[in-house]
């Protein structure tokens, strides 16, 4: 069964530095990864999608990467923002499952 | 884009009493719709998974007969909490797939369960 874990699992960083957030598979043999934000009390925004043909993907200031030999994504985050303080989730395979989700908060 | 809805954005209940909860594919016909139930401060984990037309595949621990899903159309899935009792106050999330890849996410309902 398919289990997904993120670190850190919460992260606090000045504004304006650039960071990473990395998330992991038990099986590594994912068909396609998503990050999502969640503000609270909220949905969730998806921010990119990785296909199973595709190995990273780029959005504004985002960058998502996938290691599909070794189970684990990351997301960059440059330039960070006050408005950027969310929960990070991310979620691979067919059914989408997800991880615990790193915090975010950005210090202004 | 596409959007997805839920109906309603917020539900308290009373124990014992029944909630529909509806999830929406307003600009595009999904052929898989999904619930996922969340609580505070955990991540959200998958109740079920509707195909149109057909009965939802439930995963291990949800409990079929208490969370009745209907897929009813290629717009439209309804979860019922059957029986609520407070311990299923949640934030329940769905989501619809027009395509092989991405999932499209409505806003959540959050159901209180006095």
């Known amino acids: 069964k398919q289990e997904v874990t993120q670190i850190p699992a919460a992260l606090s960083v000045p504004e304006g530095e650039n960071l990473v957030l990395n998330c992991s598979f038990t099986d590594s043999a994912i068909y396609n990864l998503q990050w999502f934000r969640q503000d609270p009390g909220k949905g969730l925004t998806s921010l990119l999608l990785?296909?199973?043909?595709?190995r990273e993907q780029t959005s504004g200031r985002l960058n998502a990467s996938l290691d599909k030999s070794s189970g684990r994504s990351t997301l960059y985050i440059a330039a960070s923002q006050p408005g950027d303080s969310a929960t990070y989730l991310c979620a691979g395979d067919d059914k989408i499952i997800f991880g615990k989700g790193t915090r975010l908060h950005i210090l202004p | 884009g596409a959007v997805v809805s839920q109906h309603p954005s917020r539900v308290i209940c009373k124990s014992g009493t029944s909630v529909k909860i509806e999830c929406r594919s307003l600009?595009?016909?999904?052929?898989?719709m999904f619930w996922y139930r969340q609580f505070p401060k955990q991540s959200l984990m998958l109740m079920a998974t509707s195909n149109e037309g057909s009965k939802a595949t439930y995963e291990q621990g949800v409990e079929k007969d208490k969370f009745l899903i209907n897929h009813a159309s290629l717009t439209l899935s309804t979860l019922t909490v059957t029986s609520a009792h407070p311990e299923d106050s949640s934030f329940y999330i769905c989501?619809?797939?027009?395509?092989?890849?991405?999932?499209?996410f409505g806003p959540g309902t959050r159901l209180t369960v006095t």
């Open positions: 989501s619809a797939r027009m395509d092989p890849y991405e999932q499209y």
């Open positions: 600009d595009f016909q999904a052929t898989t």
């Open positions: 990785i296909q199973s043909s595709q």
